[in-house]
């Protein structure tokens, strides 16, 4: 009996896939017109993006490619030999711009999110307008960050003039929100059963914070630290009320009132120049801070797939 | 309840037992008061950015009068007698926002959705660096771009002449700029919208699916809804970061002030304004100086309340899923 029920069996059941299949595939045509059309167009979106990504890197090479030489990065700017005008001060700025930035956002940040997420009440009213503060903080325009520096930082309380301190300073100010953000997110990620552990072998808590949470935590502060640098290296606005000038000749210092200049900030002139000479030197520093930011970006997403840990 | 029993954890006959540390430990506090103060230094930037834009708009509101300020529809402060009628550089602002919000919503959403719900994990895991990228790109370099590229390769060609005007022939306008920004916030809004349908929970979709539902239904009748508030929070964020844009309207929107929403038309955003005013030799009792002040209060403002929007809404969403 059980041979011949096996052939049945097997009947039975292509029977009911071949009906259960039939079925699904028969969905109204003008639902199966209206799926393919919604995922046609919600690809033109991601294409329209990634197209607007494209044309302007290749638009870069594209104007920039006949002034890219090394006299890009050796030689001062100049108005009357645009052919041999460059970026040096305007890069040496920068370097120093970021290396003040990086001083003053990593000690205070880490510390600011470590008061947030391992000391801080969060019934209490006062830590609740910290964290909203800080999430204001990081979309308030760049601008304003300059009106700041222009009113607090140059002039008034602190009075620093216009010195490429004020203006790291400026900039720390503006990232620094970002920075709290990502460490954050970073402590937030290392679970509980882990301080509760060092908590019970009798470290106190800040042992615990030191030894444990800290080191677990540091790839993702540092993701967060190398994005808001990359930001601060890109940003323009702010600079220029705070006191970033284009033709600086010589290289820069940080507290001399000589004055300074920013890579952005050189870019920024340059392409308000007409001149097609001008122009392609735009171009040619566009090219050379993208590729350093696309390094520090790729290093830091690196950097976050490579050593996060899964719990 | 005045007499708390401590003795209930005191083993009998035993010396007593505590739970606490042997010592005071004043250095943890000291550390934990070190740590309280670099998040109160965030607060501190708020007021000092409150304190240094109310000064001098006060100072500037003696010498020009509110109304003729928040009221007046002609932006002229070079003129003698010079006019400061903000709504002109408000609009200007509005003008670039509206076109760039026109293309990064639907941009911005489509990838969202995509990224989301149809983009198979290893799609996701690339594109998603790569919209990133796109944020990452300094404002100056796609101010240079809409001004160098999308006005006089994309604009101008397409454009039909009779329309509004025509764009042949001028070197700024509002549009240029628009899709310059919009290009800037797209990133914004796929990240953060994308995040929220993530965190919508699967069973949902799962429920409309096995109802028969097709998988456009699902994202459009299920799953956008679902995730409706970080879809909009991510939008009135986009808004904030777009009025505050600067360096691409320095660049490509001019510096015009007028009262229009033409998109062909050369404007001065409120930032711009600020930009090219307040450089370098600016003396500080001037009504110039001053104006910088009142005008980027009336910004700070504007995107305050997008921030504090966006914030709620953002809030809302994490409640109900997490």
Known sequence: MADASVPRNRLAVAGARATTLAMLRDQPRGDVIRNTVFAGLLLLAVLIALAGLLALLIQAFAKGSSALSLDLITNPPSTAFPEKAGYRPAIIGSLQLIAGVILFVVPIGIGAALYLEEYADRSRWWNTLIEVNIQNLAAVPSIIYGILGLAFIVRGPLDLGFILAAGSLTLALLVLPMVIIAAREAIRAVPDSIRQGSLALGATKWQTIRTQVLPASIPGIATGVILAVSRALGETAPLLLVGATVFVTFDPTPFSPDGYSAMPVQIFNYALRPQEEFQALAAAGIIVMLVVLLAMNSFAIWLRNRYEQRW | ?322
């Open chain 2, 1 to 322: 309840m005045s007499s708390v029993p401590t003795s209930a954890t005191q083993p009998a006959g035993g010396p007593p037992r505590r739970l606490q540390a042997p010592s005071k430990r004043y250095g943890e506090k000291a550390i934990q008061g070190l740590l309280a103060l670099c998040g109160i230094l965030s607060v501190l930037t708020t007021t000092a950015i409150v304190i240094s834009l109310v000064g001098p708009t006060i100072g500037f509101f003696e010498l020009v009068p509110v109304g003729d300020f928040l009221f007046g529809t002609d932006w002229t402060p070079q003129f003698e007698p010079p006019s400061f009628g903000v709504l002109a550089i408000v609009v200007g602002t509005l003008n670039v926002t509206l076109w760039g919000m026109l293309f990064a919503i639907p941009v911005g959403l489509g990838s969202a959705i995509y990224l989301s719900e149809y983009a198979s994990p290893r799609v996701r895991k690339t594109l998603k660096p790569v919209l990133e990228i796109l944020a990452g790109i300094p404002t100056v370099a796609i101010g240079f771009f809409a001004v160098s590229f999308i006005l006089p390769e994309i604009i101008q060609p397409i454009w039909p002449d009779s329309l509004l005007g025509g764009a042949v022939g001028k070197p700024f306008m509002a549009l240029a700029a628009g899709l310059g920004i919009g290009l800037m916030i797209v990133p914004i809004i796929a990240s953060i919208s994308e995040d929220a349908m993530s965190a919508v929970p699967r069973g949902l979709r799962e429920g409309a699916y096995a109802l028969g539902a097709t998988k456009a239904k699902v994202a459009i009748r299920v799953v956008f809804p679902a995730a409706l508030s970080g879809i909009v929070a991510s939008i009135v964020l986009a808004i904030s970061r777009a009025l505050g844009e600067t360096m691409i309207v320095v660049l490509a929107a001019g510096s015009t002030p007028q009262l229009t929403l033409n998109p062909v038309e050369a404007i001065q955003a409120m930032t711009s304004y600020i930009a090219t005013t307040a450089t370098g030799d600016i003396s500080t009792g001037s009504v110039d100086y001053k104006s910088v002040f009142a005008v980027g209060t009336v910004l700070f403002v504007m995107t305050l309340v997008m921030n504090v929007i966006s914030i709620r809404l953002v809030r809302k969403y994490r409640e109900v899923y997490e």
